[in-house]
């Protein structure tokens, strides 16, 4: 069974600074998908940015991107010019290729400092 | 494309009573599916539909829990019997995938059910 694990369960970061969360995850399988989520308090959940496994590329979406690192099974989120609405849990979550249920981990919360 | 809804938004209900959730995915999405999220933790996977034919059951969907998709569109999440250890938010998601390459399989999520069985 595929498990996701975030080692961080509370993180802080000053406002416009850069902030790395962390995850793992494990798989005996090649054709996955990982994905980082954030939920704001009393918020539904919302797609931060996506990794598919086959690409080497690092996904970015404006101030977000990752360091997918497949050998080490690593997918870390980092966060540059921290801004107050960034304030949130946040979710790394694992598909496989055949695209069932995500397995998420269970989350990072993250406070930014004004 | 207002996305993914569910309804209602709160519910309470007292133990041994039925209870049943509604979700409408993103109109063109062929995959829904449902999660159970309890207070400070990750989403777990309970169960999802390709169109009408439901894929998988997680081994948490005990036997009261029942889900259904019958035309394809919007889902329902029945759950008989309440018992206290119930009470959680049930998440629901939708995603498209047509099976070739380029399918991003992307899940958007709604605002979710609380469930409060007392």
């Known amino acids: 069974a595929q498990t996701v694990t975030q080692s961080q369960p509370e993180m802080s970061v000053q406002e416009a600074e850069t902030v790395t969360l962390s995850c793992t995850y494990d798989?005996?399988?090649?054709?996955?998908?990982l994905f980082w989520y954030k939920q704001p308090p009393s918020r539904q959940m919302i797609l931060v940015i996506r990794?598919?496994?086959?690409?080497?590329q690092n996904a970015t979406e404006n101030r977000f991107s990752v360091n997918f690192q497949k050998a080490a099974k690593s997918f870390s989120l980092k966060i540059s010019d921290s801004q107050l609405g960034d304030a949130a849990m946040y979710f790394c979550?694992?598909?496989?290729?055949?695209?069932?249920?995500?397995?998420f981990g269970k989350g990072t919360h993250l406070i930014i400092q004004p | 494309d207002t996305g993914v809804s569910q309804n209602p938004r709160h519910k309470i209900t007292k133990r041994g009573q039925n209870v049943t959730f509604r979700c409408d995915p993103i109109?063109?999405?062929?995959?829904l599916y449902w999660y159970r999220q309890t207070l400070g933790q990750g989403p777990e996977f309970l169960t999802y539909?390709?169109?009408?034919?439901?894929?998988?059951k997680s081994r948490l969907l005990s036997d009261r829990f029942s889900a259904e998709r019958p035309k394809g569109s919007f889902s329902t999440l029945e759950i008989q019997r309440t018992e206290q250890g119930d009470s959680a938010m049930y998440l629901c998601?939708?995603?498209?995938?047509?099976?070739?390459?380029?399918?991003?399989?992307?899940?958007?999520f709604g605002p979710g059910t609380r469930l409060t069985v007392l």
């Open positions: 998601a939708s995603s498209l995938r047509w099976g070739g390459t380029g399918s991003t399989d992307t899940q958007y």
């Open positions: 798989t005996s399988e090649s054709d996955y998908y």
């Open positions: 109109s063109e999405h062929n995959r």
């Open positions: 990794q598919e496994a086959y690409k080497q």
């Open positions: 539909f390709q169109n009408e034919a439901q894929l998988e």
């Open positions: 979550a694992y598909v496989g290729g055949g695209a069932d249920g995500l397995t």
